[in-house]
């Protein structure tokens, strides 16, 4: 029988409960055991499956025989986790960000580099078919060159997380760190380091926080918001791109020059990442993504542990460029 992965997934909250489900449809892996400090949650999930449970991440390391673990803690656990790791020679899929700080990513990056084990943080907007048809039309050039880009990500604040760790700035790192980074990371990835940045931030006042960042490449303005306010408002992700000859539009569906583009056709011409995982779920596409890698002793190089320090260091420089309002 081919080869599975064995995986032990650590954390099993919100963004942990999505990849707990997201095994059952990777072939080449097996979900051997779950770890949380919350052991009703963990019970909860696994159900009757033959799934382990610990609420010590050392124990489940010295009683399972694991090849990777996936990290789902909360953001200021991600450093230490992710070097001790990498340091007893897993592989390891960490959930954005990297690291609160460029300081901690960089040391991220030197346990990564002491191992032939592959590391990669889960940067799901990166797989998320809008955005790779997006990279694609981009990278392509086949619409001319990019005018203008705006990208949002705007929520309710986060009042669901453990210990409500997400609303403390010390540990989440506040809405740049945690919900901004993914659009800055995309840009970053596809672009690179903007010319230069300015920013502005309502700074986690009275349960609002946002962040509305320009980044200048060349003649290019490329504008991220993210914000958490203090209302029922539902989650929504949207972009518009504006090419010399076109645009590209994600709002309640993703649309070229104004007219809808089926999701399964702009899969079919986005980045060719080859994996196979039959819809557009970017989340189940980047664990994928992973576990073949493993599976094939290749780097994840669609997500270097640099190219994720790389938006971490951006969003430290936003953070300390942000007029506050
Ligand atoms: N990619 C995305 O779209 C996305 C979305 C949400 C969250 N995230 C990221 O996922 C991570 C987790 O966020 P969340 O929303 O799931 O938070 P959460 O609070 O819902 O879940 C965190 C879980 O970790 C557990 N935990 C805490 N300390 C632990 C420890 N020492 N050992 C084992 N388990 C421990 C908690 O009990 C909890 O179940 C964060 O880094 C966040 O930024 C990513």
Redesign the pocket.
């Known amino acids: 029988m081919a080869k599975k992965i064995r995986v032990g997934l ?7 409960g999505c990849h707990f489900y997201n095994y059952e449809k990777i072939e080449n892996a097996e979900l051997v055991a779950v ?4 052991k009703d ?1 963990a019970k909860e999930k696994v159900g009757n499956r033959k799934i382990k449970i610990y609420t010590n ?1 050392d124990r489940m390391l010295k009683y399972q025989d694991l090849d990777m673990i996936d990290i ?4 200021y ?2 450093k230490n986790m992710a070097i001790k790791l990498l340091n007893k020679g897993y592989h390891v899929l960490c ?3 990297m690291t609160l700080n460029a300081k901690d990513a960089q040391k991220v990056i030197e346990a990564a580099n002491k191992t032939d084990k592959n590391f990669m943080v ?1 940067h ?1 907007v990166r797989f998320m078919t809008p955005y790779m048809y997006l990279r694609s039309v981009i990278e392509s050039g086949e619409l001319g060159k990019l005018i203008r880009l705006d990208m949002k990500r705007i929520s309710g604040i986060p009042r ?3 210990e409500d ?2 609303r403390d700035e010390k540990k ?1 790192g506040g809405v740049a760190t ?1 919900l901004s980074i ?1 659009d800055i990371d995309f840009v970053q990835s596809v672009l690179g380091v903007p010319d230069s940045i300015q920013a502005y931030r309502y700074n986690m006042k009275e349960n609002n926080d946002n962040v509305i960042t320009n980044m200048i490449y060349g003649d290019t303005l490329v504008t991220c918001e993210g914000a958490w306010y203090n209302t029922g408002i539902p989650f929504h992700a949207t972009f518009l791109a504006v090419f010399q000859n076109g645009s590209i539009e994600l709002s309640d569906k993703l649309y070229k020059n104004g007219e809808a583009v089926e999701l399964n056709k702009a899969q079919a011409e986005d980045v060719d990442l080859g994996i196979n995982v039959g819809n557009d779920d970017g989340y189940l596409k980047e664990m994928q993504y992973f576990v073949n890698c493993i599976i094939e002793n290749k780097k994840p190089d669609f997500v270097t542990p640099e190219s994720s320090a790389r938006s971490v260091e951006l969003v430290d420089q936003i953070k300390k460029k942000a007029k506050k309002l």
Do not use: Y
């Open positions: 650590v954390g099993v909250g919100g963004m942990g770890c949380d400090v919350r949650v991440l789902c803690t909360p953001s656990m991600h959930e954005k960000p889960a799901v669901w997380s453990w760790w997400m989440s945690d993914h």
